[in-house]
């Protein structure tokens, strides 16, 4: 039977892996609440009063008074990151280009890194990855959707390999060392062995490929073992790397400003 609060102090409280779903509020004030890795499909918000609030995740199908702002939000991310375009691609040369934009964008985001304190580079910004965590997840990544994905090989991981926290725990065989602080160098090495081998795979590829499928990997691990279309692993190894990109990026610049 669910509980019912009535004029009660939560002020403070913290929910971990809490089924939050049907459950009505009214009154209620979230003031400076967090909310993190948060499933709202279906929320209905009514009578709110937002003000400087910020919201990041996937968005489709959000209105506003009305309004359907995904498209909006999307045109304006297009036109502040006119890369964008390109990195959704429909064909294996748009994916080869598409790589090299990556590649070269990050590779100005490692060189403004490079002049940091390292132990700044180990500092987490508002409690998300560090900038060398965040390289480790694309390590991660693509150790994930390309090396097992794709290319087949049933346990592909790297002891600094770094999932998302949420990784379901019947995954075994996957490093989840969180707390490992490795140097800048090491971690750059790691992540230049795996670009390679993403660039060593579009440079291969052709439109007959693209249309293909994986083969699922038996076995409990990540990716499912199911068969994806090879497009739809490349366009999500592209959106990781963009988005993850623009957090360290992010968190960089309130490292600089400090």
Not at 37 to 44: E, F, K, N, P, Y
Request: a negative charge.
């Amino acid at each position: 039977m669910a509980d019912d609060f009535y004029e009660r102090s939560l002020t403070g409280a913290r929910f971990h892996n809490v089924d939050l779903a049907e459950a009505s509020f009214e009154r209620v004030s979230f003031r400076g609440a967090q909310f993190r890795d948060v499933d709202l499909r279906g929320v209905r918000i009514r009578g709110a009063m937002l003000q400087d609030v910020e919201v990041g995740g996937e968005l489709d199908g959000l209105r506003v008074n009305g309004i359907d702002v995904g498209p909006l939000i999307e045109n304006e991310l297009d036109r502040r990151h006119p890369e964008r375009v390109k990195l959704r691609p429909t064909d294996a040369a748009g994916f080869r280009e598409a790589w090299e934009i990556i590649e070269r964008l990050w590779a100005e985001t490692v060189g403004r890194a490079e002049q940091f304190d390292e132990a700044l580079l180990h500092e987490r910004v508002d409690d998300e990855w560090s900038f060398i965590e965040t390289l480790r997840h694309l390590v991660f990544a693509t150790d994930a959707w390309v090396r097992r994905g794709i290319l087949g090989d049933p346990s592909p991981w790297h002891p600094l390999d770094l999932p998302w926290d949420e990784m379901p725990s019947d995954l075994k065989g996957i490093p989840r060392h969180r707390d490992a602080r490795p140097s800048l160098k090491e971690v750059l090495a790691l992540r230049a062995d795996r670009m390679a081998t993403v660039r060593s795979y579009v440079a291969d590829l052709t439109d007959e490929k693209l249309a293909g499928s994986t083969e699922p990997i038996p076995g409990p691990s990540w990716p499912p073992s199911e068969s994806f279309p090879i497009q739809e692993v490349l366009s999500i190894i592209l959106n990781e790397e963009w988005w993850h990109r623009q957090f360290a990026e992010r968190d960089l610049a309130v490292l600089a400003r400090r």
